[in-house]
């Protein structure tokens, strides 16, 4: 058995090409559904985002199985194969794990430390198990990818510091005043940079927002949507005298305020303090205004230092979530070692207790007169003895099956207590109860069932090195 993930992202394609190869949301079950019925694959997860569309996949052979998924994505997409090739990358085994819980922490996304795409994966694997598309390896990788990525951004600050103009704007003004509860913020343009500041300034709890443009239209169409106000543009200056915060991002090819300007609004405001924000390029404010006393004013060159230095800081806070990363992919490493000796112990034991309970018998045949109280003492007395003689044994092949060469050491212990039927009918058993949790609902707080198809239990995970799709 083998995992294995075939995608494309940002990096190996342009938006052009990753919007062909997007699952709507109302297409993912019948995809999960066509694709878990695809031959050699056992499990499987779509990840489908602006920014990348990813097939995870448990199979039971390594070589067919990138061949069978660009298959399914050929037909799926209505896409020859020969235009995707290029764009397209697989991982396996081992470096599917690294791959995934990089990127559930945000550090395989376009702006490093992002926590949307934690809720994607999420979302994504529960919608897998949902459509029973998983099973014992993909219930616990991507519970320890969720698990994983709510620990990197609540133990490190890479989350903390801005790495866009329209954020770092609101969060200068947050530096500023600490909050904007009972401020005033006027937003001059109704553009794109301008609804997502306004986004940001909505989740910092600013009081009142004033909304002016060019257009009228525009400014009421965009205050409307952030519950702000809709300023005139004739009647901007006006409205200054009672604003906290200025931020302004228009495509005017001209100043939209001068320094006369802001020099008559900060005599009627008695000097309060007046901070202007300038993220338009070119400028909207008159540098001249930072002349003015008790006004302060930041350009876009300035923010970008901000939001350059808030890089850099992430990248430091990244180093530390890789560290995290490389343990729990020993962490999930051990545990899928230790998934095989389960069985082997198992059989151990039925084997163990077959030769007590045949014992038991001859031994009753030869001594008939035996009380109940006398049997069950030297029942109790001869289980004892066994369960000791197998304790040492039962430890040890839990231990060696962690170590590097598990695999071998597993098989020599089968063969040592010739438990090679017992171990097979070990695994079915324990596959049995497995198959039955996978159907269980998923609860409202996120915690994943385990489950797993009777198919699923298998020897130890070979890891090998990842490969790259394109040309092949």
């Known amino acids: 058995m083998h995992m294995i993930v075939v995608g494309l992202n940002y ?54 199985c990138g061949y069978y998924i660009r298959s399914f994505l050929e037909k799926w997409f209505d896409i020859p194969r020969e235009y995707m090739k290029d764009y397209l990358y697989m991982y396996e085994d081992r470096p599917v794990i690294e791959h995934l819980f990089k990127v559930t922490c945000g550090l395989d996304s376009m702006v490093i430390g992002e926590t949307q795409i934690l809720g994607q994966v999420r979302d994504a694997f529960l919608k897998a198990q949902q459509e029973h598309a998983t099973g014992t390896l993909f219930n616990m990788l991507f519970k320890q990818a969720v698990t994983l990525a709510k ?28 909050q904007f509860k009972k401020k005033t913020v006027m937003i001059i343009g109704a553009g794109k940079m301008s609804e997502l500041t306004l986004k940001h300034l909505a989740g910092q709890g600013a009081d009142r927002v004033l909304v002016v443009n060019r257009t009228a239209a525009k400014a009421e169409e965009l205050a409307r949507k952030m519950n702000g106000t809709a300023v005139p543009l004739e009647r901007m200056v006006e409205e200054l005298r ?19 300007d802001i020099r008559r609004v900060m005599q009627a405001r008695k000097s309060r303090p007046l901070f202007m924000i300038d993220i338009a390029v070119p400028r909207d404010l008159d540098p001249h205004i930072a002349n003015v006393p008790n006004v302060y004013l930041y350009d876009i060159d300035d923010l970008e230092l901000i939001v350059e230095t808030n890089v850099s800081e992430r990248r430091k806070e990244a180093v530390k979530i890789e560290a995290m990363v490389v343990e729990e992919i020993a962490a999930f490493e051990r545990w899928f070692k ?135």
């Open 11 to 64: 990096r190996t394609a342009p938006v052009e090409i990753r919007e062909k190869f997007t699952f709507a949301e109302s297409e993912l079950a019948g995809a999960l559904q066509q694709l878990k019925d695809t031959k050699s694959i056992l499990e499987c997860v779509i990840v489908s985002t602006c920014n990348r569309t990813e097939i995870y996949a448990v199979v039971d052979r390594l070589y067919m």
């Open 151 to 178: 620990r990197a951004h609540s133990e490190t600050a890479i989350g903390e510091n801005p790495v866009s103009v329209s954020y770092a704007a609101v969060e200068l003004g947050k530096r500023i005043f600490g």
């Open 242 to 260: 009672h604003v906290d915060v200025v931020i302004s991002s228009t495509g005017a090819s001209d100043y939209v305020l001068h320094e006369a």
């Open 338 to 472: 230790l998934l095989g000796v389960g069985p082997v112990i198992q059989a151990l034991q039925e084997k163990a207790s077959a030769i007590h309970e045949e014992t038991m018998d001859n031994l009753l045949l030869k001594l008939t007169d035996l009380d109940e109280r006398e049997v069950k003492l030297i029942r109790k007395l001869t289980k004892s003895m066994l369960n000791q003689m197998m304790r040492d044994p039962i430890l040890r092949i839990k231990e060696m099956a962690g170590e590097r060469g598990g695999d071998q050491a597993l098989a020599m212990f089968t063969e040592l207590f010739a438990l090679e039927s017992e171990v097979k009918e070990a695994a079915a058993k324990q596959a049995v109860p497995l198959a039955r949790k996978q159907a269980q609902p998923i609860r409202e707080d996120g915690v994943f069932a385990a489950g797993a198809k009777p198919q699923e239990r298998a020897p130890i995970l070979t890891l090998a090195a990842g490969e790259m799709l394109a040309g092949s």
